[in-house]
């Protein structure tokens, strides 16, 4: 092809691209768009994940954990922070305030009670209600009291459960299990010489049976220390009669101590 054919031949491309709309120079140098959009990166599909592993379910073993927690408490401001912070316990979530302890840790006598109820879920202590009133007077008759300083005319005062439950109903057996390693520890911390095991549940949680009407009286022994079964406070308000018994626990108390 001479250049004259050249020169209509490119003239005549020109113009059918012209025609064709494309009548704007925008380069210098000819593009190739087809080749361009081969080029085109494609949209990236989205990297499949790996599928996640399943959430094992992994069964808490609520007993375990309080033991362990219990048993790292050094002292008895660790043990009530261990409890504050334990959240295994439906009870917790219902209750006002955690009820730890009252008295004298230094006591030589340890009062163990049941649970809260109204009146020391609101106040944060033990045996405040009707029941701690009559019990504040029993100890008075053997010359005990919750306040003193001196350990061998003091009593320090806790419960088998921190938390009020529902409508101050029993605790059932798991509560019992799962709270029952503080107990252990602060009998442990506190060391008393002697314990008292108010009414059924305190028995049952600490020597494994209830019956308290055959029961009080007689000596036991919880974690190598003596324990006496007493009925509880709450039951001579009920029953005015067994306060003839709870005069001779007091009593039979009073000279063990000597
Ligand atoms: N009854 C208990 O056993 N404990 C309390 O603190 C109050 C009532």
Redesign the pocket.
């Known amino acids: 092809m001479d250049s004259a054919e050249q020169y209509y031949e490119a003239k005549a491309a020109l113009e059918w691209q012209v025609e064709l709309g494309a009548d704007e120079a925008i380069g210098d140098e000819p593009l190739d768009r087809y080749e361009l959009v081969a080029e085109v990166p494609k949209p990236k599909a989205a990297k499949a994940k790996p599928a996640a592993a399943p959430i094992p379910m992994v069964e808490v073993d609520a007993v375990a954990v309080a033991k362990a927690a219990a048993a790292g408490a050094a002292d008895l401001a660790g043990l009530e922070a261990t409890l504050a912070a334990f959240e295994l316990c439906e009870l917790k979530r219902g209750a006002r305030n955690l009820?730890f302890a009252d008295g004298n840790p230094a006591a030589r006598v340890m009062i163990i009670?049941?649970?809260?109820?109204r009146?020391?879920d609101r106040e944060g202590?033990?045996?405040?209600?009707r029941?701690?009133m009559l019990l504040d007077r029993m100890l008075a008759a053997i010359d005990l009291g919750r306040a003193g300083p001196d350990p061998a005319a003091s009593v320090y005062?806790t419960?088998i459960l921190p938390w009020r439950p529902p409508q101050d109903r029993d605790p059932s057996p798991e509560e019992i299990a799962m709270l029952r390693p503080f107990v252990t520890r602060h009998i442990e911390l506190a060391a008393p010489d002697l314990i008292v095991l108010?009414?059924n549940?305190?028995c049952l949680a600490m020597l494994g049976r209830k019956g308290i009407t055959r029961m009080r009286g007689s000596w036991e022994e919880v974690l190598g220390r003596p324990a006496l079964p007493m009925f509880?406070?709450?039951y001579l308000l009920r029953s005015p009669h067994a306060k003839r018994e709870a005069w001779a626990d007091l009593l039979n108390l009073k000279a063990k101590l000597g």
């Open positions: 009820v009670g049941e649970a809260p109820g009146d020391e202590k033990p045996f405040v209600g029941a701690g005062i419960n108010m009414g549940i305190s509880h406070p709450a």
